[in-house]
């Protein structure tokens, strides 16, 4: 068995106190700059998606889930690496997207987020995954935001399906009343 090997040996190394952090290539930029913002927003993106897999009873799902979570992981090296990994690739998604929607009534309205637990955990990763995806954009990081776009249409659904197997009803828009005189 190969001996495993230690990646981080000091948690705590007061090297950002100063409001700088740096790259995995060693480049060291300002906290705030928008390649910081986006691992960020990936980073919390992969927290909730921990706590929705927690909320799952299937281990197809969880497993499907598990590996977008390692997918996470991929977007976060291709951020810190400045595209020299690359980002992980969207089209597994749209398979599982395609499979679950299929299973579901046509939209035809939209749908409130909610239901179950699990439902309304994946619409949090939803809404997260969508500023997730900005983030990557406004840090001109393409590749790792078409993935994210993907994955925030895999939520929805997700929340979709969850829903339907809970036998609960979606709660849906009732659309923007009229204006009063």
Partial sequence: MAKAKHRITKVTTRQGDGGKSRLADGKQLAKDEPIFNAI??????????????????????????????????DLGAYLATVGQIPAPNPEPLEAHIETMNA???????????????????A??????CRRAERSLWHADQQDGARY???LSDL?????RALNAQAD??????RGSSPRPG
Avoid: I
Wanted: glycine share 8%.
């Fill in 155 to 159: 939520f929805f659904v997700l929340a």
């Fill in 148 to 150: 994210l776009n993907r």
């Fill in 40 to 73: 960020g927003d990936v980073d919390e993106l992969n927290s909730h998606l921990g706590v929705l897999v927690n909320h799952l009873n299937g281990p197809d799902l969880e497993k499907t889930l598990q590996e977008v979570q390692q997918q996470l992981f």
């Fill in 168 to 173: 609960l009803p979606e709660d849906l828009w």
């Fill in 103 to 121: 299973a579901l009534p046509p939209l035809t309205e939209f749908v409130l987020p909610g239901g179950s637990a699990g439902a309304a955990q």
């Fill in 123 to 128: 619409h949090v990763c939803r809404s997260v």
